[in-house]
């Protein structure tokens, strides 16, 4: 079956633009996380939707936001943009709240903000 | 509060020789544990996890890990590396707290395969 599709893969952006990207979870996975990777912090926990409602945000400012539409796919949105944005945005599917079968992670979109 | 702790950043073995990549946690109440691999350019791929059944599990590609409670550790090792297990490697631990739930990964641990 399909995994995790995030699009695009790659994005250059503008200091003080917005963006949004898209993650298609697996089929019959109600649960999508969105993860932040930099060579600084590391791997960062963003948020968590299921049924279309967000259950978990971590510590990132108002800037970043996400939603879930009732397919389960969920798009996650930064508003202007900061260089230091620039990272892995990962997106991670599972079949439970609460990863009782592990999450599945896409591959990732590389964005760079210039 | 969770966290993941992974000591060394770096490691390289001989390729046949034993991979071990540590791990411990902390957790206030039983964990959820995993183990991740990312080659370059990738998103992350489950090699096991740990949800309360066997304290030993084995995953793909020859990996295994035990979990210690007494420890708090969660190592990964493998009996003989092979060239193509160079990569990354994220412990995470995962606690579903309220409503909602997350992974907290740790630094990672860089591999290198040696001929």
């Known amino acids: 079956k399909a995994g995790v599709t995030q699009t695009p893969r790659y994005l250059i952006k503008t200091r003080g633009q917005q963006v949004t990207l898209s993650c298609s979870p697996i089929s019959g996975h109600r649960s999508v996380s969105w993860y932040q990777q930099t060579p600084g912090q590391g791997l960062q926990f963003l948020f968590e939707y299921f049924s279309e409602t967000q259950r978990n945000k971590g510590n990132f400012p108002g800037r970043f936001s996400g939603r879930q539409f009732s397919n389960s796919r969920s798009e996650m949105n930064v508003s202007t943009l900061e260089l230091g944005d620039s990272a892995l945005y990962l997106c991670?599917?599972?079949?439970?709240?609460?990863?009782?079968?592990?999450?599945?992670f896409g591959s990732g979109t590389r964005l760079t903000v210039v | 509060a969770q966290s993941v702790t992974q000591l060394g950043s770096h490691v390289s073995v001989s390729e046949g020789a034993l991979v071990l990549l540590r791990c411990n946690y902390s957790s206030s109440v039983p964990p959820y544990l995993f183990w991740y691999v990312q080659y370059p350019n990738q998103g992350l791929q489950l090699l096991l996890k740990?949800?309360?059944?066997?304290?030993l599990v084995k995953g793909i590609n020859g990996f295994e890990a035990e979990f210690k409670k007494s420890e708090t550790s969660f190592h990964l090792t493998k009996p003989s590396a092979h060239m193509s297990d160079a990569a990354e490697y994220f412990c995470a631990v995962s606690i579903l707290t309220g409503g909602g739930n997350k992974l907290t990964f740790g630094t990672g641990t860089q591999l290198k395969v040696e001929l």
């Open positions: 991670a599917s599972s079949l439970d709240l609460a990863g009782n079968y592990g999450y599945t």
């Open positions: 740990y949800t309360s059944a066997a304290t």
